[in-house]
DNA sequence: TCTACTTTTGACCACCTGGTTAAACTATTT
DNA sequence: AAATAGTTTAACCAGGTGGTCAAAAGTAGA
């Protein structure tokens, strides 16, 4: 049946996802991602033939779920403060109601940087629409001038590493999971603030 | 001899330090480790008696790697301006010498959050102290109000998180490794400029 | 040289992993 | 109801993994 098909195939890739982000490509067991999708190993095999394959489904996937939105925003007609303001809404949000993702991609970095940087790339992000369009902004007066890569970089820092680091802020700032999810929703004011106060001319 | 034994140990740790990093907890093969230093596979455990031993020593040395300096600037009786100043300088040049540092931590993080976090309590953070310095300069119109948690994670995640993306950003923004280590000498004054700019009052 | 010791090695093993296969089950079509 | 095609399963396998062990090689003192 098409509709069951897409059932465990869904079923496969959600559980796949899950597995695959706690434990790393190499910690996750096929076994394990069989389990947690209540089907047997060899259905694995049958749908995603190897784990490789399987993995990669998984990544096209997480990809498409992070790049579209961002790109769409770099890529609109709007001042540079206005895209900071959406990119750091957009981007925790999307963070918050996937807290693995970032996660996931960051394994991901370290076991194949090629194929990330690749996808990467065939999204289309532009950089150097973003790059013009501070320096133009810049020469208007507008913003402080400043290297797009060091604009950009801090705006993904702010918003990406928290999430990263999760456990880690939580314990050494002795936040509960509810202090914690309160402390990301302030961030998608705090983050714009900052840049934007840091960017702005005239002191 | 306890030269050739401490010789050997050195070695072990090194190149399981490399083999771990780059491949992490899991991907890492005792026999590769074991290639690296150049020595009998059995020889790994004669020193250290199981994979899990061997990483739990390579990971404190990381930890001695990173915190105490660390520790000493954020504790010393300086105003936040120049702790940021500080840390930033100190943060990236650390990362800069041990690039594979972050990624070797953040494995960690995603494999075992809770003993890397009794680590940072163990190391003595207050982070009290950083706290009450924050608000006590906000009180006196030093600087503009802001949680500390924030702040220390602006910091933090500035710092960091370029070297754990590291190869994407080389990607995007198109540079090749000496562009990319000249960005990273200019994050040592731009973080702290964007930080204190968006922190100084009376605009 | 003999002895007691630590260090290093090659061979080995029990176990687990990804992947296969052939058979059973289900549903659709004729 | 028979044939066809797609789905699911249990049992199985070859290769790789962490870890062991007994013996060899090296080292130092008497």
């Known amino acids: 049946m098409t509709d069951s098909d897409k059932n465990t195939e869904k079923t496969i890739l959600l559980s796949a996802?899950?597995?695959f982000t706690i434990k790393g490509f190499d910690g996750a067991r096929m076994q394990e991602i069989a389990d947690d999708a209540g089907i047997n190993k060899a259905l694995l095999h049958y749908y995603y033939r190897t784990k490789d394959k399987l993995f990669e489904a998984v990544f096209?996937?997480?990809?498409?779920?992070?790049f579209p939105k961002i790109i769409s925003i770099l890529q609109s007609p709007i001042p540079v403060f206005e895209k900071i303001e959406k990119i750091s809404l957009t981007y925790i949000e999307m963070l918050k109601q996937n807290p693995d993702l970032a996660i996931?991609?960051?394994?991901?970095?370290?076991?194949?940087?090629?194929?990330?940087?690749?996808n990467f790339r065939n999204a289309g992000i532009d950089f150097e629409?973003?790059?013009?369009?501070?320096?133009?902004?810049?020469?208007?007066?507008i913003i402080v001038p400043i290297?797009?890569?060091?604009?950009?970089?801090?705006?993904?820092?702010?918003?990406?590493?928290?999430?990263?680091?999760?456990?880690?802020?939580?314990?050494?700032?002795?936040?509960?999971?509810?202090?914690?999810?309160?402390?990301?929703?302030?961030?998608?004011?705090?983050?714009p603030h900052t840049l934007i106060l840091s960017l702005t001319p005239d002191k």
Not at 104 to 118: A, G, K, M, Q, T
Not at 153 to 182: H, R, W, Y
């Open 17 to 19: 996802r899950k597995i």
């Open 60 to 66: 096209k996937e997480v990809l498409n779920l992070i």
């Open 104 to 118: 996931f991609v960051f394994h991901e970095i370290s076991r194949n940087p090629r194929r990330l940087v690749e």
């Open 129 to 141: 629409i973003i790059r013009s369009q501070i320096s133009l902004e810049a020469a208007r007066g």
């Open 147 to 191: 290297k797009a890569e060091h604009l950009i970089t801090n705006l993904i820092s702010m918003c990406v590493f928290p999430f990263i680091a999760k456990p880690v802020l939580k314990g050494m700032m002795g936040m509960d999971e509810e202090a914690f999810q309160q402390f990301i929703e302030e961030r998608k004011s705090v983050i």
